[in-house]
C-alpha cells in the first residue's frame, strides 16, 4: 500500500479531527504531499499541501481551521481539522501535489453533523 489515509470518523459541528496519512518513503520524500476531499456528488479538490520543507498551502474554504504538518523521519503527513462544519463531510484522501499525482489509496470519510 503507498498511501493510507485514516483518522476520519463523525464528529458534531464545531468539533475536531485529526488525519494520519503513511507513505511509502520513496513518495514521501522529497515530495510536496496535500490532503483532498471529495464530497457526495462533488469533484476531489485539495484542501492543504506541504512541501518536504514545511512550507504549507490551504484551500480558503479551510483557512484557519485546518493546520496540515509532516513527519518525514515517520514518512507520515497530518490534517488537524478544527471548527469542522457540515461543509466539511466527505472522503478525505492523501497524495502528492495536484501535478504529480499517482494511484488513490483508500480515504479516510469524515463525517460533520450539524
Known amino acids: 500500500v503507498q498511501l493510507q489515509a485514516s483518522g476520519g470518523g463523525l464528529v458534531q459541528a464545531g468539533g475536531s479531527l485529526r488525519l494520519s496519512c503513511v507513505a511509502s518513503?520513496?513518495?514521501?520524500?522529497?515530495?510536496?504531499m496535500a490532503w483532498y476531499r471529495q464530497a457526495p456528488g462533488e469533484q476531489r479538490v485539495s484542501v492543504a499541501s506541504?512541501?518536504?520543507?514545511?512550507?504549507?498551502n490551504y484551500a480558503d474554504p479551510v483557512k484557519g481551521r485546518f493546520t496540515i504538518s509532516r513527519d518525514n523521519a515517520k514518512n507520515t503527513m497530518y490534517l488537524q481539522m478544527n471548527s469542522l462544519k457540515p461543509d466539511d463531510t466527505a472522503v478525505y484522501y492523501c497524495?502528492?501535489?495536484?501535478?504529480?499525482?499517482?494511484?488513490w489509496g483508500q480515504g479516510t470519510e469524515v463525517t460533520v453533523s450539524s
Open positions: 506541504i512541501t518536504s520543507g514545511g512550507l504549507r
Open positions: 497524495n502528492k501535489r495536484w501535478d504529480s499525482l499517482i494511484p
Open positions: 518513503g520513496s513518495i514521501f520524500m522529497s515530495n510536496t
